[in-house]
T-cell receptor, first 113, second 112 residues
Framework: EAQVTQNPRYLITVTGKKLTVTCSQN?????MSWYRQDPGLGLRQIYY???????DKGDVPEGYKVSRKEKRNFPLILESPSPNQTSLYFC????????????FGSGTQLSVL | SQQGEEDPQALSIQEGENATMNCSYK?????LQWYRQNSGRGLVHLIL?????REKHSGRLRVTLDTSKKSSSLLITASRAADTASYFC????????????FGTGTRLQVTL
């Protein structure tokens, strides 16, 4: 089944404790992206990747890192999480030329205490 | 920054009625897409309309695009309880196909 898989689904952590949210897609998509969703603010792009070893900042990249060493994986790293990074996070991928028809993962609800 | 603004923010209708949601945006676009999100879950792509298209259909969905007014509408005909969800418009306006900018969504409630 074609899908984007994020893990974990829920995560509670404390300020400053490094964490990684994994994202994997099995559709051989070149484009992958991370979004965060907050009430009243909609979805905002954190980082995106147009291909392996190619990553770039979105609208809200501060406090986040990503890597794209393999085509299928695009992990999101929070080196020192802070409470304002409490949010619902989504990974998405797309085939072809960039952002046409994004496929989304099921989301990761992160709480930073 | 947000590009799309959906209207209304919330909509409640009865099963069988039509639901219309509107989206306005600020800058020129390459395409506009509509997505659906069931509570807290991942978004699902519904339909894409390109800047040179004016109307598109997919099953019970009808999307229109008016680039002169920078607006789009999503019509769901003969709504069902299972259509209850949030609906988002998203625009590709970078010219590089690198980013979709989402609106804040319309929450649709369809009651029996």
């Amino acid at each position: 089944e074609a899908q984007v898989t994020q893990n974990p689904r829920y995560l509670i952590t404390v300020t400053g404790k490094k964490l990684t949210v994994t994202c994997s897609q099995n559709m051989n998509h070149e484009y992958m992206s991370w979004y965060r969703q907050d009430p009243g603010l909609g979805l905002r792009q954190i980082y995106y990747s147009m291909n392996v070893e190619v990553t770039d900042k979105g609208d809200v990249p501060e406090g986040y890192k990503v890597s794209r060493k393999e085509k299928r994986n695009f992990p999101l790293i929070l080196e020192s999480p802070s409470p304002n990074q409490t949010s619902l996070y989504f990974c998405a991928s797309s085939s072809g030329q960039g952002v046409e028809k994004l496929f989304f993962g099921s989301g990761t609800q992160l709480s930073v205490l | 920054s947000q590009q799309g603004e959906e209207d209304p923010q919330a909509l409640s209708i009865q099963e069988g009625e039509n639901a219309t949601m509107n989206c306005s945006y600020k800058t020129s676009i390459n395409n506009l897409q509509w997505y659906r999100q069931n509570s807290g879950r991942g978004l699902v792509h519904l339909i894409l309309i390109r800047s040179n298209e004016r109307e598109k259909h997919s099953g019970r969905l009808r999307v229109t695009l008016d680039t002169s007014k920078k607006s789009s509408s999503l019509l769901i005909t003969a709504s069902r309880a299972a259509d209850t969800a949030s609906y988002f418009c998203a625009t590709d306006n970078t010219g590089t196909a690198s980013k979709l900018t989402f609106g804040t969504g319309t929450r649709l409630q369809v009651t029996l």
